[in-house]
């Protein structure tokens, strides 16, 4: 049978798809162009009509990911308004659920060595993605006065560094890492720890 090739309808995207599923099954640095295109049905010269190399392939796939990230987070934040702390909770919940529901945009996006600087799109859509929760921290700490304010960008950055750890650690089913507790019940309770310690929210009486 003749290949697709040039006349594969969606090529792109087919190629998106046939790199996530690599992604996942052998990890960023595990599989070919030529392996990429072969799940796709088309050549590998057909490839660089749409990508220069595997990284900008891997890069759209990043891309896509954050995509629906932003949306997944900004999700959460609108649904468990108008309690900012409700909102910055569900925000790191949202992305264990996106690191379940999504693993090789996820593995795309954080564990591909994969600049967000990249491309200016892919710049665009992280810096929503991270926006989301810059807002719920900056709502969250207005009852405290300015000079003693911690900033948004910090707050936020720790409450991903928590929900980065606990995906890795206990909700990716890595070996010998099993914990004797949710990974939710975990990254709430770290979460409620970090913002009692910062003054964001009243300790527990």
């Given at each position: 049978?003749?290949k697709?090739?040039?006349h ?18 052998k990890g960023?640095?595990?599989f070919?162009?030529s392996e990429a295109a072969?799940?796709a049905?088309?050549?590998?010269a057909?490839?660089?009509r749409?990508?220069g ?16 990230f932003?949306?997944?987070?900004q999700?959460a934040y609108?649904?468990h308004q108008?309690?900012a702390?409700?909102?910055l909770e569900?925000?790191g ?6 690191a ?8 795309a ?13 892919l ?11 810059e ?7 207005q009852h405290?006065?300015?000079?003693k304010?911690p ?12 929900s980065?750890g606990v995906?890795?650690l ?11 507790f949710p990974?939710?019940a ?5 979460i409620?720890?970090y913002?009692r ?6 300790p527990?009486?």
């Amino acid at each position: 049978m003749p290949k697709r090739g040039y006349h594969h309808g969606n090529l792109r995207q087919a190629l998106v798809d046939a790199a996530l599923a690599l992604i996942e099954a052998k990890g960023p640095t595990g599989f070919t162009l030529s392996e990429a295109a072969k799940q796709a049905g088309v050549t590998p010269a057909a490839v660089y009509r749409h990508f220069g190399g595997r990284e900008d392939l891997i890069a759209e796939a990043a891309r896509q990911g954050y995509e629906i990230f932003a949306d997944v987070m900004q999700y959460a934040y609108d649904k468990h308004q108008p309690s900012a702390l409700a909102a910055l909770e569900a925000t790191g919940r949202a992305y264990l659920a996106f690191a379940r529901r999504y693993p090789g945009h996820y593995i795309a996006m954080f564990e591909s060595g994969i600049s967000v600087n990249h491309s200016p799109e892919l710049a665009a859509v992280s810096a929503r993605a991270r926006g989301v929760q810059e807002r719920a921290a900056a709502e969250l700490s207005q009852h405290i006065p300015p000079g003693k304010r911690p900033p948004p960008t910090m707050v936020s950055a720790h409450i991903w560094a928590l929900s980065h750890g606990v995906v890795e650690l206990f909700a990716r089913n890595s070996p010998g890492t099993q914990s004797p507790f949710p990974p939710e019940a975990l990254l709430e309770s770290g979460i409620g720890v970090y913002l009692r310690g910062l003054g964001l929210i009243p300790p527990d009486s």
